[in-house]
Structures are given as C-alpha cells and as structure tokens.
C-alpha cells in the first residue's frame, strides 16, 4: 500500500477523515511509529506509550485502535479514559517515563479534520527525525495489533485518568491562594473544544466565578474552526458585554493554545497576552531566563528582553523548535504567535490552561484591569499593530520565491530602512525601526502566508500589500 497522503508537518500528521484519516492509514503510522520507537528508546525510558484523544468525530476509536497497534507490539499502554488536552497528556508522557505519547487531534483545524500528534519521552513535540524516521518506516512490517479487551485483561493497556494530574501540576506553578481569594470572574470560551469545564473543575470551591462558553461536546465546533481568533469570537463577545466579566480565556479545540477577550467581548492578540505574560514574570515574579519565541511573534517582545536584559532566542515556526531550546534550560518563557506558550518548571509543551491560571496570577497580583495593563506596556514599548494574509501559492513555485526574496529585499518598509534579512524559515525582512515583513509557506499545503507588524494598522496593511506584491515577481 502506498504512503502517499501521510505527510507529517509542524506538529504531526492531519487529513480529511474518511478521505486519508482511515482506520487503515492509522494502523500504518501506529506500526511505524512502534517499529521506531522499538529501536529508539532512551535508557531509562520504558517500552510504554501514552494515547489520548480530543473531541473530534471517531477520535476515541481512532486512540482505541492505536493503543492495539501498541499492545500487539508489546508495548505497555496508558489509555485516557476520556478526551483531554494535549498538554495533559504530554504532561503524562514526562511523568508515566514512557518512550512517548500519540495524541489523536487536529488541534484548531476544521471538524472534517483528524490528526496523530507525536510526543517525545521528554513530554512535548517530538523532533523532526523522529516524524520523518516514522515516515520512513510507513509498510515496513506487517501491522501487528491485539483485541482492546484482551489487551486490558493481560494488562498490556490500562486507562486512566489524564486530566486531574495535569490540573495539580499547573495549580503548583501558580499563586493559587493568591488566585482563589481573588474573587475574579473568569470567562472560558472552550470553542466546543476539550478544555471544556478545565478551569471550572480547578477553581471550584474558590471564590472566583468561573462561566465556560461553548462547552458543549460538539464534534462539529459549532460550525467554526476551534482556532482562537478573532473571527471565532462573535456569539461570545455578545454575551459578554451583556454580561461583563475580569477577562475571557480562548483556548483551541485541543487546548494547547491560547486566545482571549477583555471582559467585555473586545478580542485580546495572541500577542498582547504574550507581553502580559512575560511582563508578569519579570516584574511582578522577578524571574530571570532566556526567552525564546518563534520568528513570527511580535517585536515588542524583543523590546522588553532588551529593558530587561535577558537574552532572546529566535527560532523557525513550529512549537518543536520552542520545545528543543526548553530542554536546553535555562528559559523563562517560549512563545508562538499563534497562542502556544510553554512554561519553566513544566514539560516543554504549550498549555493553554496553565496560560489562563497564569494570566488570573496576573491580575490578582496587579488589581487592576487587562485593558489598563496592555496600555501600561504600550506606553512604555510603543504600539505594535500586526496582521497576516493566508493566500494561495503554487508548491512548485515557493523554493524559487523565498531564493528570490532573500536575494532582493525591498529598500525600505513603513519608510524606514531595511536592516536585516532572516532566511531559515522562509524569508524575513527587519526594518530600523522595528517594523517588519515575512513570508512564509505552509508545510503542506499550497498556502503562504504573509506577516506583518509596523506601528499602526495601516502600516501593516501596507505591508501585507507590499508582501502580496512580492508573491507576483516569480
């Protein structure tokens, strides 16, 4: 059979469910991913893997049908007994010592979708070569596989439960005292997603007061995508401001990610919760560490490491390059523009409910609104405004495009000179006085993508044209 249509990208292997994402095609990526992890497993590492699932349709099968893969293979197997979020179940990789875990999740994609997310025994993304030694072991053996029920009864799969030891984690790496006497109220819009109930379950009993939006188990989403954007946000913001609360946490369908609100409906960037964060563990915790975030992530980040004087690491797109410098040491904090966070003291793994717990540490701490912070930091940094433009682009066309863009940058952006040019993960151009430019394309589709950042929201949106512009000189 061939291996065409499994093509592993930044996190993993995702496809139409029915099309490519079919029970066939899951047992040849479980077989390939046990033949791989038979040869490579650290010492003291056991022969024991970690499943687990989000809430889309079939998503609780497709684990089931990976854990027999595993179990025919010899592997112990530990099975959540329900859907949990992704860094639940990285969190239980790092602890259960297991050579890796395998999260059956399309994060943010559309509900048609269905992915296999690969964990590393460390608790998070697992590297390049481990998704292309997997790639490569696609059809070398026959799949081998044992009935669940017989597997369960020689102990070969146990399940259990994923969530609660994940959620005494995260309690641990906040001022949870601090957060339970606070008295906020917290909003959660779940987008239908797993994270679903999360924070209500942690802050039960405590005087916040907790509202969860759109917690239904709807494998549908709703009829959107559980990416946390502002175009997703519309029946939420319009409860919200009739019903105002201290703050809303967005979190995606699998809840690695993080969005949010003002308490009010007005939608939050990934970016401006990024900088709050990174504020509040500088300032108000007095942290210290290298900052690491990937290239598309805004520059005011780079302003606060330089009045602080903390070293910044810039790395490619993909929370697996996040993950690698993580386990270097030594990191305060890992950011991505699109809302993965990771955390020291944590597995290497963005969280987005540990995100929301932090970001409640936050105003407790400071007793005072989030939309006054944002304009503390902005008054102190400068306005970053940024946007981006998803457009079609031709595969066999990119390699030649970002060839050319490296080799000819533009004179200026947003009137001021270009300063530097970054090549290794598409092509980004700096300006001297911060604004820039990147194009970048998507690791398997015929998508690239444009980013912008610049003072004001015209001045990005001039870039975005003058990075469409671009596209057209190949």
Not at 87 to 114: D, L, M, Q, R, Y
Not at 154 to 162: H, S
Not at 208 to 237: Q, R
Request: hydrophobic residues 40%; proline residues 4%.
């Amino acid at each position: 059979m061939s291996s065409v249509g499994i093509n592993f990208g930044t996190d993993g292997w995702r496809a139409v469910i029915a099309e490519d994402f079919t029970f066939a095609n899951v047992d040849r990526v479980a077989q390939a991913t046990a033949e791989h992890w038979k040869k490579r497993r650290p010492k003291g590492i056991r022969k024991r893997v970690v499943i687990g699932c989000d809430r889309r349709f079939l998503a609780d099968q497709f684990a089931e049908r990976v854990a027999e893969v595993f179990a025919g293979n010899g592997f112990e197997v530990v099975l959540g007994d329900s859907p949990a979020p992704t860094p639940a179940i990285s969190f239980a990789v790092k602890a259960e010592k297991a050579v890796g875990g395998i999260v059956i999740t399309a994060s943010h994609n559309p509900a048609a979708f269905c992915g296999y997310k690969l964990k590393g025994h460390f608790g998070g993304s697992a590297d390049s070569e481990t998704s292309q030694a997997v790639e490569t072991l696609l059809d070398a053996k026959p799949v081998k596989a044992l009935d669940l029920n017989l597997a369960k009864r020689k102990q070969l799969v146990r399940i259990k439960d994923l969530h609660a030891p994940h959620a005494r984690a995260t309690c641990k790496l906040v001022d949870f005292d601090l957060v339970a006497n606070s008295g906020l109220r917290f909003a959660h819009d779940a987008l239908f997603g797993v994270g679903a109930g999360a924070f209500e379950k942690i802050l039960s009993g405590t005087q916040c007061k907790v509202t969860t939006l759109n917690g239904e188990h709807d494998p549908f989403f709703g009829g959107i995508h559980p990416e946390p954007i502002v175009h997703n946000y519309g029946p939420s913001a319009a409860y919200l401001r009739k019903h105002p609360h201290d703050l809303c946490l967005v979190t995606d369908g699998d809840a690695d990610r993080v969005g949010g609100m003002d308490g009010r409906g007005n939608a939050m960037t990934t970016h401006q919760i990024i900088c709050l964060l990174l504020h509040h563990y500088i300032v108000n915790r007095g942290e210290r560490g290298r900052v690491v975030k990937a290239l598309t992530t805004t520059s005011m980040v780079d302003r606060i490491c330089e009045a602080h004087g903390l070293e910044l690491v810039e790395t490619g797109v993909g929370f697996k390059y996040i993950c690698a410098e993580m386990q270097k040491g030594d990191v305060l904090l890992g950011f991505e523009e699109s809302g993965g966070i990771g955390f020291p003291g944590h597995i290497p793994e963005r969280d987005g409910i540990l995100a929301g717990l932090v970001l409640l540490e936050l105003l407790a701490t400071e007793k005072t609104s989030v939309n006054k912070l944002l304009a503390k930091i902005e008054k102190q940094f400068g306005p970053h405004r940024y946007d981006r433009l998803d457009t079609h682009f031709p595969l066999e066309k990119r390699a030649k495009l970002m060839r050319h863009c490296a080799a000819h940058p533009p004179g200026k952006l947003a009137g001021s000179p270009v300063r530097g040019v970054k090549a290794f993960d598409g092509v980004k151009y700096i300006a001297a006085n911060g604004a820039w430019l990147m194009l970048r394309g998507s690791g398997t589709e015929p998508i690239l993508r444009i980013y912008a950042e610049a003072k004001s929201d015209a001045e990005a949106k001039k870039l975005i044209r003058l990075g469409v512009k671009l596209t057209k000189q190949v």
